[in-house]
């Protein structure tokens, strides 16, 4: 990559990946309750495209009775909405309705006992617009629904404006340039059989905060400049992080081709290890995990969990200079 405060580090994304290859995601992560109500294609296909929609930021929502934090917690009301055809779902239905009734409903949805003043869910007018719009774009392009968008697109990642990418990229929700949310969107209909891709090459790694700083750590990517290292240590917030974004795609490229596992896979190790093994504090030097259960020991085949799987490589794993390194600090809807 081109820029002088950043680099990737080809030769450390290479022992990554050689490590990476003795892992596996377990089986039981693709069976889970949420892509099992995919045999409802229709509404879930629309579930699921709302869902993403909003799933940004979710660092404070938390259900503290069934323990579900982040995209667990948005995944377990969208399988409820499925299951009770919710209106909240509803393309049309929700096209008509007012972005404060929307942003309502939600706040309710989102408390563990109903009340409002107990909602974890925050940016709730930004995220009822986000839906809103998305809601319209269907119902005025797609006859109101999201498996019209997807067999318009003919399963193609870009093709000459009509591709997943290229549609979805139109309205706000999915505007990002890098397209998190729509490879993670189209990394869940691919999970559920609902889409066979025909141009699997075009696909784009998903990258959020969590991927973002366990590549720093790792070294993977390393902060050449000084005075941009200091602001990531010390979390100062940044008008954009698409340099990081940038190079943590090239990373998974490099990484994802000396593992033997598909792009796409690369969140499913890479997310759930920084969502609990490399977060505030890290498995190599505490022996424990932010969330219990472990996101990483749920979702993957590793066996023994008292130390970090990536230790022997991981710069972060000897050299605190590495550990004390956190992912940009950014406002966005993006991821």
């Known amino acids: 990559m081109k820029n002088q405060s950043l680099s990737v580090n080809e030769e450390q994304c290479i022992k990554t990946g050689v490590v990476l290859k003795k892992l596996d995601v377990k ?18 296909s629309d579930a699921c495209y709302f869902a993403v929609a ?9 259900h503290p009775i069934l323990n579900l934090q982040g995209w667990n917690y948005l995944e377990e009301v969208f399988a409820d909405f499925i299951e009770e055809e919710n209106e909240l779902i509803k393309p049309t239905s929700l ?15 989102f408390s563990h006992d109903s009340y409002p003043d107990h909602c974890a869910l925050d940016r709730l007018g930004e995220r009822a617009k986000l839906m809103h719009e998305a809601a319209l774009f269907l119902t005025e392009n797609f006859s109101g629904s999201f498996l019209n968008l997807l067999k318009h697109s003919q399963g193609y990642l870009f093709n000459r404006g009509q591709g997943l990418y290229e549609i979805l990229e139109q309205i ?12 993670f969107l189209i990394k869940l209909i691919q999970d559920a059989g609902i889409i066979d891709l025909q ?13 973002q700083r ?26 954009s992080d698409k340099p990081f974004r940038e190079a943590a795609i090239e990373a998974f490229g490099i990484i994802a081709e000396h593992s033997g596992h598909s ?22 030097k505490t022996g424990f995990c932010s969330k219990n259960p472990c996101t990483f020991k749920k979702m993957t ?14 710069k972060g794993a000897g050299l605190s200079a590495y550990r004390k390194l956190w992912q940009p600090v950014v406002e966005t809807h993006y991821y």
């Open 199 to 211: 141009d699997p090459e075009n696909y784009i790694p998903i990258v959020d905060y969590h991927m």
């Open 95 to 109: 096209a008509a309705m007012a972005v404060r009734e929307i942003e309502d409903s939600l706040c309710s949805v």
């Open 214 to 239: 366990v590549l720093l750590r790792m070294g993977c990517i390393e902060v050449e400049d000084n005075d941009l290292r200091k602001k990531i240590m010390q979390r100062v917030p940044m008008e």
């Open 301 to 314: 085949t590793v066996e023994d969990h008292t130390q970090c799987f990536f230790s022997e490589v991981c």
């Open 54 to 62: 909003i799933c940004h930021q979710t660092h404070k929502l938390y």
């Open 172 to 183: 706000n929700p999915y505007s990002d340039p890098l397209r998190k949310k729509s490879s």
């Open 263 to 284: 792009l796409a896979v690369m969140n499913d190790f890479f997310w759930p290890l920084g969502r609990s093994c490399c977060h505030e504090t890290t498995l190599c």
């Open 27 to 44: 089986q039981k992560f693709y069976e889970r309750r949420f892509l099992k109500l995919s045999q409802q294609e229709n509404n879930w």
